[in-house]
């Protein structure tokens, strides 16, 4: 069946490091894959998206890397901050539909 | 402005009551949908309107019963709550177009079933 899910479900890093936050999704059908970035208290904000006919989208100090051969898909966060501790997550969709399918998050730890 | 707006923002409830939950969007967005949040912050989606049809219906249990008066307010009454029906309820809305689909999400509201 359809799912989204992620290797790991906590991340720590040191301010200033680099982060990767990593997803796998089982659904060939997918051709739009977001991510999402949820801050303690708040709903869910997009961050960046990405279409399947490309494999790296850069934005600001973030860049989604995807792999439609083995499915995966990757959040690099450049200079991690303070600020980015949350929880985010992986979605896929396909285009043309309603029907977001959202991972289970991996949470964020920022360490000062 | 808030661009999608749910109240209450916290509920808490006996076993049993009937509550609802309101939602508006202000975006012009054609597309709005109920999503549960549960402990282990998972995030699923229950309802999708689109135009004040419904779209999407995820085997959600007909205790719950969306309303969408116009296409800017998706409204959710639950009947008969249980505790499982706790959780945090993100009401949330988008604009479909060819090259993807943005969801933008609401504070969310969190109900407690006692």
């Known amino acids: 069946g359809e799912s989204v899910g992620l290797h790991l479900p906590t991340l720590s890093v040191q301010e200033g490091d680099n982060s990767i936050i990593n997803c796998a999704y089982s659904n060939s059908a997918s051709d739009y894959f977001i991510w999402y970035k949820q801050e303690s208290g708040k709903g869910p904000q997009f961050i960046i998206d990405?279409?399947?006919?490309?494999d790296k989208r850069q934005g600001q100090r973030v860049t989604v890397l995807l792999n439609k051969t083995v499915k995966h898909l990757s959040l690099q966060i450049a200079a991690t901050q303070p600020g980015d501790s949350a929880v985010y997550f992986c979605?896929?969709?396909?285009?043309?539909?309603?029907?977001?399918?959202f991972g289970a998050g991996t949470r964020l730890f920022v360490k000062a | 402005d808030t661009a999608v707006s749910q109240t209450p923002k916290y509920l808490v409830t006996q076993m049993g009551n009937d509550k609802s939950i309101k939602c508006e969007q202000n975006?012009?967005?054609?597309?709005m949908y109920w999503y549960k949040q549960d402990s282990k912050k998972f995030l699923k989606i229950m309802f999708s309107y689109n135009n004040k049809e419904l779209i999407i219906n995820e085997t959600v249990p007909n205790r719950f019963s969306p309303k969408s008066p116009d296409k800017a307010h998706l409204n959710l009454h639950i009947n008969s709550l249980e505790l499982g029906d706790s959780a945090v309820y993100f009401c949330a809305s988008s604009q479909l177009r060819g090259a993807g689909n943005t969801i933008y999400f609401g504070e969310g509201s969190w109900l407690t079933v006692v």
């Open positions: 975006l012009g967005h054609d597309t």
């Open positions: 979605a896929e969709a396909d285009t043309g539909g309603f029907k977001t399918i």
């Open positions: 990405i279409r399947s006919n490309m």
